[in-house]
């Protein structure tokens, strides 16, 4: 198996991102963003997802954090794109045996999450904040995420979480998008997974 590695560049009036993506990695990671909370969620999401990752941007955080915060994921997910490649062996689905999700839970909040790197993106999301920011970060930031983040990647992904701390279900869904993007782009076999022959 080559090396399923990614790195691009980005640049626009708005940021200037790198990011370094090793999909065989150990969990290694080194996130600047200038946006607190997301380097703190990104740091757990690649720990999580054993993915080693550099990402460094400079944004305009002079008008918020969006730009950072949606740049980063368009990146990061033309990222795992480019470091899948042809997607070969790949398990492409992402859950538990026992289940159709992945289950995790931190405290009293839990995140319940199922992915197909189908090259088809789409994102249904439900979760329910009580604060406009958890310390610099817009909650409502955590959908845009995700929707740019399946854009990029071309990924199918359904996420839920529950819980009174809006802290620990934003932290509980990073940390279990990196589980199952991990078991999504596990080798296990030597053939494309679509009986269309391509991904």
Do not use: W, Y
Request: aromatic fraction near 8%; hydrophobic fraction near 40%.
């Amino acid at each position: 198996m080559k090396n399923r590695i990614a790195e691009i560049s980005r640049r626009t009036s708005e940021t200037d991102i790198f990011c370094r993506l090793d999909l065989d990695g150990t969990g290694i990671c080194q996130i600047e963003t200038g946006v607190g909370f997301f380097d703190h969620v990104l740091e757990s999401f690649a720990r999580h997802g054993k993915f080693d990752l550099i990402l460094k941007c400079a944004g305009d955080l002079k008008t918020g954090a969006h730009h950072s915060i949606e740049d980063c994921a368009l990146v990061l997910g033309e990222s795992f794109k480019k470091a899948a490649g042809e997607k070969i062996g790949i398990e492409r689905f992402g859950f538990e045996k026992i289940s159709a999700e992945e289950i995790l839970p931190m405290d009293e909040a839990i995140a319940f999450l199922a992915a197909d790197f189908s090259g088809r993106p789409f994102l249904k999301f439900a979760a329910k904040f009580k604060n406009e920011k958890v310390a610099d970060f817009p909650t409502e930031m955590v959908a845009h995420f995700l929707q740019s983040f399946s854009v990029a990647a071309g990924l199918n992904l359904h996420a839920k979480i529950d819980g009174e701390n809006d802290h620990h279900q934003i932290e509980v869904l990073f940390k279990s998008l990196g589980r199952v993007l991990r078991k999504i782009l596990k080798i296990s076999g030597a053939k494309i997974p679509s009986t269309k022959g391509s991904l």
